[in-house]
Structures are given as C-alpha cells and as structure tokens.
C-alpha cells in the first residue's frame, strides 16, 4: 500500500500562474483534507471531503479550490498564485466506520508538497 | 472554532531525561478527541499518542504518555527516556467529535524539541 500520495513534492510558481496538486489514496477512505503549513502556524485546513463528489471550505479556503471527481483523489488548485500561497501542502485521509468513531478518523498524511510563488 | 495552544515553542531535553510538552484548547463540548502528531525533518506527519474526551484514563504508548486534565481543558505529553530520535516539531490537536467540519484536527502551532546527547 502507497497510503497518500502527493505529487508534484515540490513547485515553483511565479506570480499569477495557475496550477494542480493531487493527492492520491488507495486505503478506499472516505474523507480527505488539504492543509497548508507555515512557519509558527502550525497546519491550518484549506478545504476537505467528506465522500466522492463532495467538498467544503475549511479555516484558509481564499484562493484555492478542490475537486474531488474520484474517492481516491482529491485535487486542490491555485487558479491565480500569489506569494502569500508560499507554503508546504498536506494532503490527508481518514475513514468512518459506522458508530464506533473511536477507531476511525485517525488521520494518515502525505508527505507534503512544498510551493514557493515568486 | 476550536483554539490549540501550545505555549512553549522550544525544548530541549537530555537524551534519556524526561520532558513533557504542554497543550490547552478551548472547547465547549464535552465529547472530543486529542492528538499529538510528531513531525521529523522529513515532514512526515505521524501521530504519537491520542486520547478519547469520555475516558478518564490517560493514554499511554511505550515512552510516550499524557496528562489529560479535561476541566482544565489541558492535554499535555511526556516522552520518557527521551531519544535522539525524538527531536521534531510536535502537533498538538483537537478534534470534535461531530461532524461539522468532516472530523477535521484543529492543530496548535508546534513546539520544536532539541534533544542532546
């Protein structure tokens, strides 16, 4: 098993370019989540999923939107980047299982994806 | 939304000494789950230790244990014996345990632990 995978590891953007992250999962989990991480911020959630053809904004959505066509994928875009969009991407997916929540829901990461807008 | 705080930015810590991090959240519900992530150099997120708000039993796993202080709204986590392979940034976070926010973790801002040999 891959768990998360996030592509590409790492991007360059200049200012106003457009661009995809993917986070793939093979774990058949039915939430995902894309955070963002800063220096002194800690993780801050952008956007997440709760099923196949789901989405909704979390804390940081400004600038950014996702889709999430298939379960195993969950893509997050910058239609315009702006250097304040420098950070490092995690991707993130989790399960539920029924009633009993005090198994499920245990978060498994991506390696993250680091982007620096010029 | 629900607020982490960890307070202390830096530790450092003597390997095989003990050190213990601090966390408080701000909540007002009763159910909830609390975390602690541990991320390395390499970024990797991997999660150290949880603890279910109903349980009265603090959580334990191997060197790694916590204090949880619910009406003090206070999570902390002890690394016993510490290693030198426990130096990272650690995460704690919060976690509702209704679904408003897809069972997303609410995190603090990190502390960063220094251990020397």
């Known amino acids: 098993n891959a768990g998360v995978t996030q592509t590409p590891k790492f991007r360059v953007l200049k200012t106003g370019q457009s661009m995809t992250l993917l986070c793939a999962q093979d774990?058949?989990?039915?939430?995902m989540y894309w955070y963002r991480q800063d220096p002194g911020m800690g993780l801050r959630l952008i956007h997440y999923s709760v099923g196949e053809g789901t989405t909704a904004k979390g804390e940081v959505p400004d600038g950014y939107n996702v889709s999430r066509l298939k379960k195993q994928n969950f893509l997050l875009g910058l239609e315009s980047a702006a250097p304040s969009q420098t950070s490092v991407y995690f991707c993130a997916s989790s399960y539920w299982e029924g009633t009993d929540y005090s198994g499920a829901n245990v978060l498994t990461f991506g390696a993250g994806s680091r982007l620096t807008v010029l | 939304a629900q607020t982490v705080t960890q307070s202390q930015p830096e530790m450092s810590v003597q390997e095989a000494e003990t050190v213990t991090l601090s966390c408080t959240y701000d909540?007002?519900?009763?159910?909830?789950?609390l975390f602690w992530y541990k991320q390395p150099p390499s970024r990797q997120m991997i999660l150290v230790i949880r603890q279910e708000a109903y349980k009265q039993q603090n959580a334990t796993e191997n060197r790694f244990s916590v204090n949880f202080q619910k009406a003090a709204k206070s999570f902390s986590l002890k690394i016993s014996d510490s290693q030198l392979g426990d130096a990272a940034m650690y995460f704690c976070?919060?976690?509702?345990?209704?679904?408003?926010?897809?069972?997303?973790?609410?995190f603090g801002k990190g502390t960063s632990l220094l251990v020397t040999p």
């Open positions: 976070a919060y976690r509702s345990a209704n679904s408003n926010s897809g069972y997303a973790l609410n």
């Open positions: 774990m058949n989990h039915e939430y």
């Open positions: 909540t007002s519900e009763s159910d909830y789950y």
